[in-house]
């Protein structure tokens, strides 16, 4: 949503920017340059919250560092090089326990 909030306002920047150019009264240019200064502040602000949005979702959502080790039965992979090779072990899954059998 900010993000066509801030092209909506360069469009509007834009059109204070040709108003100007086809001004001749010199206050009256100036008024719509600032006009337009102030619409691509606005623009430019926008796009600032949506990219912290952004950001701080993107923190929010990733996985973090040891989760898989956390007793959940995952190993995290493990790296080791060999000579200018470099090589990933697998990831583990644990092996269920047969169910005991009551009774036999």
Do not use: I, N
């Not at 469009?11 to 337009?36: G, I, N, R």
């Not at 952004?54 to 560092?65: E, F, I, N």
């Amino acid at each position: 949503m900010s993000v066509k909030m801030a092209a909506e306002y360069l469009e509007e920047a834009l059109h204070f920017d040709q108003l100007a150019a086809a001004e001749s009264d010199p206050e009256l240019k100036v008024s719509m340059l600032k006009q337009a200064e102030a619409c691509r502040k606005l623009a430019k602000r926008a796009l600032h919250d949506q990219l912290t949005r952004y950001r701080s979702d993107v923190k929010r959502l990733a996985p973090r560092p040891g989760l898989a080790q956390r007793g959940r039965g995952l190993s995290a992979p493990k790296r080791s090089s060999v000579g200018s090779f470099s090589t990933t072990e697998t990831l583990t899954w644990p092996t269920p326990a047969a169910p005991s059998s009551p009774g036999l």
